[in-house]
């Protein structure tokens, strides 16, 4: 039994915040291995003009989880899910013999209950919300929160999370970081053209290995 963190997204483009997060969390969590599932496409974002293409982020991501127990994968592309709660699923069904626990960032609480089926989602695996300079507050207020805050673990047990029955979540607070792909894409706003280098192909599909 493998014991997997989830860490889905844009990638729009991957950067240094998400790899120290996913170290963090592996550690923190005693895991073995993170899951980048690269999204196609946010279906809370759809019509953005500054997402670029899956090709390119999904390079990204590579690029910025080289030597690191951080897997990156096309999952939702190869198993056609467009929505979390569809994608863990499936990607259940398939591995039965690993556990899993999705990680959030605390950023992404307050849109958590227009995710579909959310409660569904949250009783199908633990979460780890990871925290976020500035987004204490409506952590706090979302939604979302007041009916999973009756779910909340103690992060002592951090460790502990396979032994948990879902609905469970673990608030945990990470060494800060400040970056972020709005930040970079304003920075850069063409970074994605250093990606899409045909010689520059990704390998590595379906289940990361």
């Known amino acids: 039994m493998k014991r997997i963190g989830l860490l889905g997204g844009s990638f729009n483009p991957a950067h240094a915040g998400h790899r120290n997060i996913s170290l963090e969390a592996l550690e923190a969590l005693d895991l073995d291995e993170v899951w980048w599932l690269v999204s196609p496409g946010n279906p809370l974002k759809e019509g953005a003009k500054d997402t670029a293409p899956f090709e390119a982020r999904f390079a990204s ?27 863990v699923r499936e990607i259940k069904r398939r591995y039965p013999d690993d556990r899993f626990i999705w990680l959030m960032g605390e950023d992404t609480v307050a849109q958590f209950h227009q995710w579909k089926n959310w409660r569904k989602l949250a009783e199908s695996l633990p979460i780890a919300v990871i925290h976020r300079p500035g987004y204490d ?32 979540i673990l608030l945990l607070r990470l060494t800060p970081d400040p970056t972020s792909a709005t930040g970079l894409r304003a920075h850069d706003p063409n970074w994605h053209e250093r990606f899409l280098d045909p010689a520059k192909g990704s390998k590595r599909f379906g289940r990361p290995t």
């Not at 590579?62 to 198993?79: R, T, Y």
């Open 137 to 168: 507050q409506s952590a706090q207020a979302a939604r979302a929160m007041g009916w999973l805050q009756r779910f909340v673990r103690p992060s002592s047990q951090a460790k502990h999370w396979t032994e948990w029955s879902a609905p469970a």
């Open 61 to 87: 991501a590579e690029a910025m989880a080289l030597h690191s127990p951080i897997k990156v994968s096309d999952f939702e592309v190869q198993a056609g899910t467009r929505f979390t709660v569809d994608t």
